[in-house]
């Protein structure tokens, strides 16, 4: 029974990551800049544990110009 409640956040993330593929020209530059879908995941994770995000436009600036997010605040709690 757990097996399948797992399943359904599992498959509404790779819906997520499918409509963003193919919809979102921001997240095609960042993976572009990354070379490799799992190094766009890797650096989303880190970054996240880290900072608070203001923006998703933003973070994938940041993510496609190699840089820190600017207006992020760094996460003290």
Do not use: H
């Amino acid at each position: 029974m757990k097996k399948v409640n797992l399943s359904v956040p599992m498959m509404l993330s790779f819906l997520i990551d499918q409509i963003q593929l193919k919809c979102c020209r921001v997240f095609q530059s960042a993976l572009g800049a990354q070379k490799r879908i799992s190094y766009l995941w890797e650096k989303l994770r880190r970054w996240f544990e880290d900072w608070l995000l203001s923006s998703w436009e933003e973070f994938y600036a940041a993510l496609i110009n190699g840089v820190r997010p600017t207006k992020i605040i760094i996460n003290t709690s």
